[in-house]
């Protein structure tokens, strides 16, 4: 299990962080702490494997913290989940070695992704005893992987699939297409299509037209979502 503090100082924040923390396989919460010089205690006696830090605090900075972490050289990482947008705040924080920076308000795909790709990394580092520059390459370079990676957690759903179907569709030239039409496409069946559309229209990826006719339900038409 992959032993972590949460160190935020709203109380509303730090229950939605332990609630989506409880959510995730392979993760357990040893404590949530709300003031910078204990979380240091904590931190000492407990040894957690990963922090989720906020940035602002009344008797200081989440970065402080974090620079304190390696000037002590203490073996934990650190996840920067912060309502701070500041460039410059990013720019240290990941020079400083945070594994991720997730800007408030956040969502539980983007907070799951970022534990998803933080255990798989962690994986990779202990399954392997040497380190050839394929598998190094593999997991600086894998952001196009882990896009929907967290979509191989939901029951019925793969990752694999996600990226075929939008490439697929973003090969259409901005054509609409319905779920009959992907399931002939894709080889899939017209139910399962369907319910992958749905996922990318929530995600944000795909935009959805209903087209009524005179009689029955209307027909769900998606297109690519242009940035």
């Avoid at 002590?72 to 410059?88: E, Q, R």
């Avoid at 990941?94 to 408030?104: C, M, N, S, T």
């Avoid at 399954?127 to 957690?153: G, R």
């Avoid at 990226?163 to 992907?182: C, H, P, R, S, Y």
Wanted: hydrophobic share 40%; aromatic share 8%.
């Amino acid at each position: 299990m992959i032993k972590v503090i949460i160190i935020e100082d709203d109380p509303m924040v730090a229950e939605i962080n332990e609630a989506f923390l409880g959510k995730i396989e392979g993760y357990t919460l040893l404590r949530s702490v709300n003031a910078i010089e204990k979380a240091k205690e904590e931190i000492l006696k407990e040894k957690p494997d990963l922090i989720l830090l906020d940035m602002f605090f009344p008797q200081g900075l989440g970065i402080d913290l974090l620079k304190w972490t390696r000037i002590n050289n203490l073996k934990c990482d650190v996840i920067l989940i912060t309502a701070d947008k500041s460039m410059t705040s990013v720019e240290e924080a990941f020079r400083y070695g945070a594994v991720d920076y997730i800007i408030k308000p956040f969502t539980f795909n983007r907070f799951k992704e970022a534990l998803l790709q933080y255990k798989s990394r962690r994986n990779d580092f202990k399954d392997t005893e040497s380190a050839e520059q394929e598998l190094i390459d593999k997991m600086l370079f894998k952001e196009k992987e882990t896009e929907h990676s967290y979509v191989d957690s939901i029951k019925g759903f793969s990752s694999h699939t996600c990226e075929k179907i939008l490439d697929i569709i973003k090969n259409m030239d901005g054509e609409f297409v319905t779920a009959q039409e992907l399931a002939k496409l894709t080889g899939v069946s017209r139910i399962t299509a369907r319910r992958y559309l749905d996922l990318l229209e929530r995600e944000g990826k795909l935009l959805l037209h209903m087209e009524y006719g005179k009689v029955g339900r209307p027909l769900n038409r998606y297109v690519i979502k242009e940035d």
